[in-house]
């Protein structure tokens, strides 16, 4: 195992952690650009607390509104023409992981030179990641992506629909203002969505990277089991503020690099998904719910004993057969999600069967290696995907 890993956003914790937002953001500057999705920041007050905080603390606030769920690269690009015109310091995202992307790229989109959308492998010859950004505060409302504490983002191009991500140092926000309050409103389905997302940014590591990282697994199984145990009452009661801080802490450790750290991961399972979150607009963690546990069944014919490990740990499952063990932990896993509330076929989310090549063939086009095969374990080709996604 060999590694480098630094994280440099600071991470500040807590219920109404929020206050603090306008002494953060004046160490950058005396205005902001403050980003927001369709409008459930002002429906929960966040918003109006965002600019009060912010106004005290003598930093002046432009808005940049209506990002949408799936973000669009003509709202990203909307939005680093308003920071540019307005010559904002620092941009701010009050919002879920959309919103927190959107506005990633919009700082970066500040300073990059031609076509946004060359941040993002999609099948051109050369890709030009982004150097600069302004200074980014993340400020989320929904446990889910990790996107606060990562220097991710997932943007789709609407004229092709092609979800594709782009990943780069001057992405990570300064600063995190992770405020489980903020997260009470989010409603039963979404919240749900949000715990599938978390526990399969673990996985993905826990089957796709090297082996050999028995402190990884153990970090891994500790923040699935405990998003098992605190996630379901945070459904069942939004206004379970433990549950919701224990489930948003999860949320912030399963992406910020931490439990991948070593492991090499590529992420398999996403890269089938986005592209159905592109083409239908569906929530990224209900199509994550659809996708794992099918993609689970299929890849644990090639590492039984990595599965059955997993089933073991998580789910307390004894059979000595890894195979037979593997197979009940998935299907542990599954049911574990359907009492959450999470789809387990594309049925659910409205998807039929009529595009499942077209579906293969964009994830190949993201993510394909020079063979043009899915980097995991194991690789997939076209097949396999279809295969899965059947
Ligand atoms: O738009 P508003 O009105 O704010 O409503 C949102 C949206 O409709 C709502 N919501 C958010 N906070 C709320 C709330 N409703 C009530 N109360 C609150 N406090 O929830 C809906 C979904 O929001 P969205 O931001 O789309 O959800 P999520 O956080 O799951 O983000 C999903 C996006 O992140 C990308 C996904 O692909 C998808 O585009 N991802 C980003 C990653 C990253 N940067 O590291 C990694 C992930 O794997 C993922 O791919
Ligand atoms: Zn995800």
């Not at 990059?112 to 600069?132: C, I, K, S, V």
């Not at 950004?133 to 997932?154: H, R």
Request: proline share 5%; hydrophobic share 45%.
């Amino acid at each position: 195992m060999k590694f480098e890993y630094q994280n440099p956003t600071r991470m500040i914790f807590g219920a109404g952690t929020l206050l603090r937002l306008g002494e953060v953001a004046r160490e950058y500057g005396n205005k902001a650009m403050i980003v927001t999705g369709g409008g459930s920041v002002k429906r929960n007050g966040a918003f109006d607390r965002a600019v009060a905080s912010l106004d005290e603390a003598g930093v002046s606030a432009v808005e940049c509104s209506g990002v949408e769920p799936n973000p669009r690269l003509s709202s990203v690009a909307r939005g680093g023409e308003i920071a540019r015109r307005e010559s904002c310091d620092v941009v701010i995202a009050l919002g879920g992981g959309s919103v927190m992307d959107a506005a990633k790229v919009m700082a970066a989109a500040v300073f990059y030179e031609g076509d946004l959308w060359n941040m993002f492998p999609h099948g051109q010859a050369a890709r030009r990641l982004p150097t600069r950004a302004l200074p980014i505060i993340t400020v989320p409302t929904l446990a889910a992506t990790g996107s606060e504490m990562n220097s991710g983002a997932v943007i789709t191009d609407e004229k092709t629909m092609i979800k594709s991500f782009v990943g780069a140092k001057c992405l990570y926000p300064k600063a995190a203002i992770v405020d489980p309050e903020l997260t009470v409103s989010v409603p039963p389905d979404q919240t749900a969505y949000g715990i599938c997302d978390l526990i399969t940014h673990i996985t993905e590591a826990y089957f796709n990277g090297v082996d050999g990282t028995p402190v990884q697994d153990r970090f891994a199984e500790g923040v699935i089991l405990t998003a098992m145990e605190y996630g379901p009452k945070a459904v069942a009661d939004g206004n379970d503020l433990d549950a919701r801080a224990q489930t948003q802490w999860a949320s912030v450790v399963a992406l910020n690099g931490w439990v991948q750290a070593g492991t090499l991961s590529p992420f398999p399972v996403h890269m089938i998904e986005h592209t159905l979150s592109a083409q239908h607009d569906i929530a990224h963690g209900a199509g994550l719910s659809v996708v794992n546990p099918a993609w689970m069944r299929f890849a644990a014919k090639t590492r039984p004993a990595r599965f059955a490990q997993f089933a073991r740990r998580i789910f307390g499952i004894t059979k000595s057969d890894d195979m037979e063990a593997a197979l009940e932990g998935i299907d542990r896993f599954e049911a574990f999600l359907r009492s959450i509330g999470c789809p387990t076929r594309l049925s659910e989310c409205g998807i039929g069967d009529e595009l499942l090549d077209r579906y293969a063939e964009d994830t190949l086009l993201v993510a394909g290696n020079a063979e043009g095969q899915l980097p995991g374990r194991p690789m997939m080709t076209k097949a396999d995907i279809v295969e899965v996604l059947r």
